[in-house]
Structure formats: C-alpha cells, structure tokens
C-alpha cells in the first residue's frame, strides 16, 4: 500500500496539531498548577495563550482539529475554570 504526499501531509499536520495541543495543556500546567491564586496578569497570560491557539486551530478549517481543540479547552476547563 503506498500513501500520497498529500496523506502523509495531512498525517503530518495532524500529528503536528496533536503536539501543539499537548504543550497547551502542558503549558498551563506549567504555568497555573501550584499557584493557589491566579493574578490578573496569570488570566491574562493564559487568556492570549488560549486566544493564539484557538485562532490558529480555526483558520485551519478541519472539523477534527476543531473537535480535538474542543477536547483540549474542556480538560482545561476542568482544571483551570478562571481562565473561562
């Protein structure tokens, strides 16, 4: 079985959206996890980081990569519900 170029680019950009979806989560992690209080410089931050990748992830016009950035902000939300 042989693959497109054109498969193996949407792999690709799939795997890469994956990555980027997980460094967002892990991000947050980073970033918000220990800090009991949250400044408004912490909503901030974290605001113009969802703002980022929600924009990119739109202008790609993919209803997966729609649905897996759906995923993402859910889990979140779950744990960073300010940021909502």
Do not use: C, H
Request: charged share 35%.
């Amino acid at each position: 079985m042989t693959v497109s170029p054109n498969q193996d680019y949407e792999r690709i950009l799939q795997d890469r959206l994956k990555e980027d979806l997980e460094w967002l989560e892990r991000e947050f992690e980073l970033l918000f996890r220990y800090k009991k209080i949250k400044t408004k410089d912490d909503i901030t931050i974290g605001n113009k980081i969802l703002d980022q990748i929600v924009d990119v992830i739109k202008s790609n016009n993919s209803e997966e990569a729609l649905n897996l950035l759906a995923i993402t902000l859910n889990r979140i939300e779950q744990t960073y519900p300010e940021f909502f």
